[in-house]
């Protein structure tokens, strides 16, 4: 079964571009398009999606309201964030608000490619030195880089000491495979982790791992708050 992509951007040509590149790949069809998130809103309560390639400045209605919006739903479509700019502002709103990805317009696209058949299959889509780097710009903005410490969630009291490192390690940029090699564990062992974190903390994916990590101050930009080495 195909993946079925939506092409958001305000942008007619590169909107042409994306498209050729996905029409050659024998996995994926693009089933819509909309130049605007008042398009987009409307074009999916019509058509089924599986991922959605999302430009975040757009008029109307921007990519980061759209893209909260298309998360409230129900069984919603996973959303890739397409920007200009790395480290865009814009694209890290819309991870908070839902996005299972952000990558830049210029990515090659074989890059591109590999993306959207990670997410629709469930896995992350940010490259983790991009979340890295992303965050580590942004946090700043976040209530717990203040010196009053991060906003409270009642939920981090659910992690065993086991899934606390992971989550520091997810933050920093780790991958599965980096993290079990930290930790001494298997990389099946760390998938296990992460899906029981995603479970306890009621969050979508990895990437929200990483923001809530660092609003909450568990991390902090530059690095943990705390020890990632091994424990036995």
């Keep these: 079964m195909s993946i079925r992509v939506m092409l958001v951007d305000d942008q007619v040509l590169l909107r ?3 498209r050729m590149v996905l029409a050659a790949q024998p996995d994926m069809e693009v089933v819509a398009e909309a130049g605007d998130g008042v ?4 074009v999916l309560r019509s058509t089924e999606v599986d991922v959605v390639l999302m430009d975040v400045r757009m008029p109307k209605l921007d990519g980061v309201e759209t893209t909260r919006r298309i998360c409230e739903r129900d069984g919603a479509p996973k959303v890739i964030i397409l ?6 502002e814009y694209a890290f709103s819309a991870l908070k608000a839902g996005a299972g990805g952000f990558m830049l317009k210029d990515v090659p ?4 490619l590999g993306a959207i058949r ?5 896995d992350a889509v940010v490259a983790p030195s991009t979340t ?24 981090l009291d659910r992690l065993t000491d086991r899934e606390r490192e992971v989550v520091m390690l997810v933050a920093q940029g780790l ?16 998938k296990t982790h992460v899906g029981r974190i995603l479970t306890k903390l009621e969050l979508r994916d990895r990437v ?3 923001v809530m990590a660092y609003e909450t101050g568990l991390v902090r930009a530059g690095g943990p708050t705390g020890p990632t080495g091994p424990t036995r």
């Design 16 to 18: 042409t571009g994306f």
């Design 39 to 42: 398009e987009a809103l409307q």
């Design 83 to 88: 920007t200009t700019f790395d480290l865009d």
């Design 109 to 112: 696209p074989a890059e591109l």
């Design 118 to 122: 990670a997410v629709h299959s469930g």
């Design 132 to 155: 890295r780097r992303l965050l580590d710009r942004f946090a700043p903005m976040l209530p717990g880089s203040g010196a009053g410490g991060g906003r409270a969630r009642p939920e």
């Design 175 to 190: 991958s599965n495979g980096e993290i079990a090699a930290r930790l001494v564990l298997s990389e099946a062992t760390v």
């Design 208 to 210: 929200q791992v990483v």
